[in-house]
């Protein structure tokens, strides 16, 4: 059976150490659980549910950005980044540290770590979170899962990463840091690129004359687009799709997405165990 369907997640009560702010209405929380940081993936998540509250009485999935070695230097913790739209994740803002909250994971099947010269990360909006790791695994500088995965590092990681305005950008240093060259582009030209962030994806994969593989979180519009340039410039392309989940292990069909075989049919399946990354020629977007 594969280790990412949910009946092998842990399930239980995770402490707060930090909830600081990234950028506007964006911020990382990081949660002590071991069980988790030991085992999970890059491109798999976490479902996430405050305690007490019957309103939203469910969890919430937040993809994993980081494992956080403790004081041993074994893996301890997780960070996630979340952008405040909602219910749950307002009333997360306000969360302080040494609270307990509830957690499911990791959840998921996560990215194919599949060799490549070049990686092209492409992120819109909040769909930044599940590249800060799946970097630093391609650039060789950490393993993940249990036991350890090794990744054939790659000769270049790119970001390229657009949102409406400069001021929701989150955690860019942190790319940069890693030695990730990054793109920036906003749609109100108040910083990188004036325009979509899809328009940045032909330069960059020319640079490596399409030695390259792209992985994309976003908007479904983008995605979209970012699957068809894929399709126009011969390179692979894969997605995680962020669909509204109920119970994020499989029970509730909540999250179903139209997945195409290959003999061209197409199905319902669960983005929560079967996604969410998927082929992104493969996805029905509308
Ligand atoms: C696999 C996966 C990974 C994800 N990873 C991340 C991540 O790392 N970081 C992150 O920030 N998000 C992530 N998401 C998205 C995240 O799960 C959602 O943003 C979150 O569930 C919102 O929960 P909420 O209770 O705050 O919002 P909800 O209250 O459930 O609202 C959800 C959305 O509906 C809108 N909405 C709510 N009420 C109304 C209304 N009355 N009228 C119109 N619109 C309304 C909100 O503005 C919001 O956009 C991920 C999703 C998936 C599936
Ligand atoms: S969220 Fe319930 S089946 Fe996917």
């Known amino acids: 059976m594969p280790t990412h369907y949910a009946d092998h997640a842990w399930h239980g009560p995770v402490t707060v ?11 990382r929380i990081r949660l002590a659980c071991p069980e988790i940081a030991r085992r999970v993936l890059p491109g798999q998540f976490l479902m996430l549910r405050l305690p007490g509250e019957s309103d939203p009485l469910l969890g919430r999935p937040l993809a994993l950005y980081d494992v956080v070695a403790g004081p041993g230097g074994q893996p301890h913790s997780i960070d996630l980044v979340y952008l405040a739209v909602g219910k749950m994740t307002r009333l997360l803002t306000a969360v302080g540290v040494g609270a307990t909250l509830e957690a499911w ?45 090794q990744v054939v ?16 950008l989150a955690g860019v240093e942190e790319f940069r840091r890693l030695g990730v060259s990054v793109h920036l582009s906003t749609e109100d030209g108040s910083l990188g690129y004036r325009g979509l962030v899809t328009d940045l994806i032909a330069p960059v994969v020319r640079q490596s004359a399409g030695a390259c593989r792209i992985v994309c979180c976003g908007p479904e519009r983008m995605m979209q687009a970012a699957a068809e340039i894929a399709r126009q410039l011969g390179v692979p392309c894969q997605v995680s799709l962020e669909s509204p989940m109920a119970c994020g292990i499989g029970i509730c069909f909540s999250c179903v997405k139209k997945i195409r075989d290959g003999s061209g049919h197409w199905d319902y399946r669960r983005t929560c165990v079967e996604g969410p990354v998927f082929e992104a020629a493969d996805v029905e977007f509308y």
């Open 17 to 27: 150490e930090e909830n600081v702010t990234l950028a506007r209405d964006t911020y």
């Open 153 to 168: 590092p790659a000769e270049q990681v790119s970001l390229c990463y657009g949102v409406r305005s400069g001021d929701l």
């Open 105 to 149: 994971g990791p959840l998921g099947n996560g990215f194919p770590l599949t060799p490549t010269k070049h990686l092209l990360m492409l992120a819109g909006g909040i769909g930044q979170t599940p590249f800060l790791a799946l970097a630093r695994a391609y650039l060789g500088l950490q393993r993940y899962g249990d036991p350890p995965r």
